[in-house]
């Protein structure tokens, strides 16, 4: 089947209402490896009911509208799709409890070419539902590897369809050795914890399915791989204050399995940091191309 542009330009996501808890918080944070340390306070406010934080990242799991591209309507080849970026923009602090609204939408259709793959990038817009105002926006870009050469003329597209232009081009981290470094260890069991806050997929927690993708273990979520590197970013640049995180970009690279340290490679600057994050046993960068913005 042929990737239809229009049919996912225009697809019915509808309105998300999320109502998330206290105990919802401490999942997602427990998730990516908050509270390892039972003696740091700063992590404790992250895990523990008393004087609670939410951390930045946790919005990417909230109104989150599930794997839609398998839907058979979707004509996308969802076997082959995987997720290439992230962003988000924060322009709320989340609050550690509450109920939002999510508008989730296709925003860009891209087709790299026949044998290259398409590029689909989704829009989530997190808003408050008792005051309407918005809290976050997420930008997530998978890369369809089955989908390339979509828009060429075809036999159900006589006329070819439409590409959207390129994406800019992602930050670049500098050459130089990293100014800041943060090793922060994941758990053995990291991604059946992180999986109860958002991606069921059991890629993540059954070896099984994970031999059948070419793994020899059930992988971390590159989401929580990315959540991670906020907590990094939050203990090296803002003092544990998730208020002053304002954005967090990073292109996903290679996968994390649970157990393994992620070193998070930091370049500071006056407001932001350019960033990547490798994991050390390997010595292979599963996050690159990272910019954070902070006040």
Known sequence: MTLDYQRLKSWPFGVIEHTYTGKDTILYALGIGLGMDPLDERQLRFVYEQELLALPTQAVVLGFPGFWAKHPDSTLDWVRLVLGAHSLRIHRPLQPRGTVIAHNAVTRVIDKGAGKGALVVT??????????????????????????????????????????????????????????????????????????????????????????????????????????????????????????????TARFSAPVFPGETIRTEIWPRRNHALFRARVVERDVVVLGNGRADFV
């Open 123 to 248: 829009e989530r817009r997190l808003l408050d539902k008792g005051s309407g105002e918005l809290l976050a926006t997420i930008e997530q870009l998978s890369f369809c590897r089955g989908d390339g050469g979509y828009s060429a003329p075809s036999t159900a597209f006589p006329a070819g369809q439409p590409s959207d232009p390129p994406l800019p081009d992602p930050p670049l981290v500098p050459d130089s050795a990293p100014e800041l470094t943060c090793d922060l260890a994941t758990r053995p069991e990291s991604a059946l914890i992180y999986r109860l806050s958002a991606d069921l997929n059991p890629l993540h927690a059954d070896p099984r399915i994970a031999a059948a993708a070419g793994f020899p273990r059930p992988v971390l979520h590159g989401l929580a791989t990315y959540g991670v590197a906020c907590h990094a970013i939050l203990r090296s640049c803002c003092d544990y204050r998730p208020e002053r995180l304002r954005a967090l």
